[in-house]
């Protein structure tokens, strides 16, 4: 399995990136258009499958981007592996301060907002990595 | 950590380019080694050794052993 992994070079990861997020995010607009010609109370026959199937397919798509690109930084240039091993350090203490902090907040003055503490926090841990991989590129310059 | 390594790479009139294909790794690598901004792993201190025919303590060294 090892071996199978080192060999595989995880080939059309851009591609597949940006389909994923395309079935990630098209079952949005399409369910506008399907409420449209079907009506609300039909829709959830068709919208349900649909949005099964490609947030299936985008899950998939997403996991073999992050194994893909995870193998190409660890067989890659040594540099470019401690930038990336030094943001998600920063990324990761981000997170894990932004989670208690908006525990706080939300379970004292916005319960309903703990729904989408999940969300919140991948969108911070993935602005902190890019804007740390900035940071920690500027000190190896 | 200290290092000779622009010494070693203008005796031998080699871009930094040219280091970076004979070690596999980026020129920005060797750039940030070559500013003592970022110290090699061992195994890309042995291969510099390799290319320039010496020991990686001729290389690398310690701030007080110069």
Redesign the interface.
């Known amino acids: 399995m090892k071996n199978i992994l080192k060999n595989f070079s995880f080939p059309h990861k851009g591609k597949i990136l940006i389909a994923s997020t395309i079935f990630l995010f098209a079952p949005m607009f399409l369910l506008q258009i399907i409420i449209a010609s079907v009506g609300l109370e039909k829709s959830g026959a068709i919208t349900r499958p649909l949005f099964l199937v490609s947030s299936l397919l985008a899950c998939v798509g997403f996991i073999y981007c992050s194994i893909g690109y995870h193998f190409q930084i660890m067989q890659g ?4 592996l ?1 930038i990336h091993l030094e943001s998600l350090n920063i990324a990761f203490t981000t997170t894990l301060v932004f989670l208690f902090a908006l525990i706080f907040v939300f379970l004292n003055f916005a319960p309903t907002m703990l729904n989408y503490i999940l969300v919140i926090l991948a969108v911070i841990a993935i602005i902190a990595y890019v804007l740390g991989a900035e940071f920690v590129k500027e ?3 | 950590m200290k290092n000779t390594l622009h010494i070693l790479r203008a005796e031998r009139r080699l871009s930094q380019d040219d280091l970076a294909k004979l070690v596999d790794v980026s020129r920005q690598t060797i750039n940030a080694i070559e500013r003592e901004k970022y110290d090699p792993s061992l195994p890309l201190a042995l291969k510099m050794g390799k290319v320039f025919n010496k020991k990686v303590e001729e290389i690398f060294f310690l701030e007080k052993e110069k």
Not at chain 1, 77 to 80: A, T, V
């Open positions: 240039d040594e540099l470019k401690k000190k190896y310059e």
